[in-house]
């Protein structure tokens, strides 16, 4: 209160020569936060009640969502609205919602798989949006000297962005924590630049313009259908995402992952091989950029170096952090909060980097673990062994 | 004895530091040997020599791998090579994977016995899914083995310390290892849990047939333990031996006591 009185109590009014006193504004600062510090209590309160719930073990620690997942009457019928829900979303909404819509879905698909690299294997990676530049480049240059469509581009930007990643990986195989942040960094930085001041190569800071949307078979459609067309392809791909992240996650290499993010010295103890794991890592990670970068070419049909800045990793980054560290479905709805809210609230896009500070702050005090944690799979054994011993 | 593990000469720098020099020991099949020494005597660095975390500066570590006559170099080797050729370690200072639960961090000492790839993974073959459960199983029989199937999908971090330095055990022991390495494995427990311990250890080396190596500082433990004996001291062997002999011998005694004023 007494921190903000000489801004929002003081006006020197130049004009009259006079200083105006506005002490109704000291009123209503001192009784709003007030209120903010009550709720704020309140929250933190709860928050150590749970803790204490949960440390006393028992059915109520476990989150709402993990109970609807193992539900299957919940589960299932919950899943068939979701599912007719995106089937109609293009032909409910106009247009604008469906090119909105398409623009989460790509970050679904790259919080997925930036979620491999950062969430599971623990490495913390600045420069993601390179691959989703190879992957968007990829389908803009390869279309424009050779002609190739969108369907011949997908495997291609999918397999260069994780040959990227792999480039990016050897170099920084022995860093870890802040070093190899500040690396990825760079490596981001170092595509975006050299994207921009090659100019024969990618045709610099105004980049390539008129890349062709996606032909169903070898038909074209119009804008609106073919936004429509692109919209089923990014479910299906994000799909086929999930699909795969999945079971990765449940395999002998996702552990890995796991372990490695946990504890490398013990990890190498074990007999995981480092190298190798960190190169799937980051391959893989890049793969879903690649892809998606190629979507991205093909709904926008511009691409240009500005599209592939700094902000665009972390924004990926924050979809995981927010979402859920190795939490798929966490990173779903970390994307479609972020990037979906902002839409929706373009009336206070001033505030908007405003309010991003303040819900990652806000999340990190009250849900460390993200929206929707990540929840190890656990087994049953109920005479799994007795046979063995008899 | 037949020999599992044979260390001759082995030396370690760290600049001008001399940590290990000229170190031997030996391990024999089916027997307890105990590292002892003081602190700082260097018998963490000679862990992490044999294991492959440090790159020793001189001498050999040869193993004597079952079935073949052969022994075999392992100095240089990275450590996860050194463990898929049957050497498993502990750490002196608990070293888990505290975010994942108890069942899927003895499963990472499975991986390095198992071959699913990416595709494997994502396809879930027959022969990817067949592997998959038998090292549930595997997994879950061992940790029946050290007495730890009631935490199973307890998450690592929320075990009792106790729990946690035997589940460091299970975890080195689903590498399928010949030698078990155990970094003070009594360090911090009460005198109840050490006595368990030392009943899992002589458990593990009687049914399991895995020899062991462990540096500890309980003398009780070591004591009742051990075949055999090595001490270090400033990075030198100082002396070898049955339980009894080094009880007696004098330049131990001095080593841990000091030298004696009184003439």
Redesign the interface.
Known sequence: MFLTFPIMVIRVNPVEHIVEWRWRNMLLIGVGSFLLSFVWHYFIRRKELGVQKAEGGGDESIPLIQRILTKKAVYRPTLAVIGILILVFPFLFSLYQTNIMISALIYIMLGLGLNIVVGLAGLLDLGYVAFYAVGAYAYALLNYHFGLSFWMVLPIGAALGATFGILLGFPVLRLRGDYLAIVTLGFGEIIRIVLENWNEFSFGPSGIANIPRPSLFGIDLSVHAATIYIYFIMIGLCLFTIFVVNRLQDSRIGRAWIALREDETACQAMGIDKAKTKLTAFALGATWAGMSGVVFAAKTTFVNPASFTIWESIIILCVVVLGGMGSILGVIAGALVLILMPEYLRAFSEFRMLAFGVLLVVMMVFRPGGLIPNVRRTYKFEGVTEPKKG | MEPVLNVQDLGMNFGGLRALDAVDLDVGKNEIVALIGPNGAGKTTFFNCI?G?YAPTEGDVLIFPQGKDRPKRINGL???KV??KGL??T?QNI???????V??NV???R????R???L???L?GGS?MR??RA???DS??IL?KIGL?PF??E?AKNLPYGAQRRLEIA??MA?EPFLLLLDEPAAGMNPNETRDLDELIKRIRDEEGISILLIEHDMKLVMSLSDRIFVVDYGRKIAQGTPEEIRNNPAVIKAYLGEETDA
């Not at chain 2, 991986?111 to 198992?114: G, I, L």
């Open positions: 294991t975390i990275k450590p996860n463990t898929e498993a370690r750490f070293r888990l994977f505290p975010n994942m639960t069942l899927e499963m990472i000492g991986h390095c016995r198992m699913a790839g990416i494997g993974a994502v879930r990817t592997e998959e090292a549930v199983e879950y029989t029946e199937d199973v999908n998450f975890r080195a590498t």
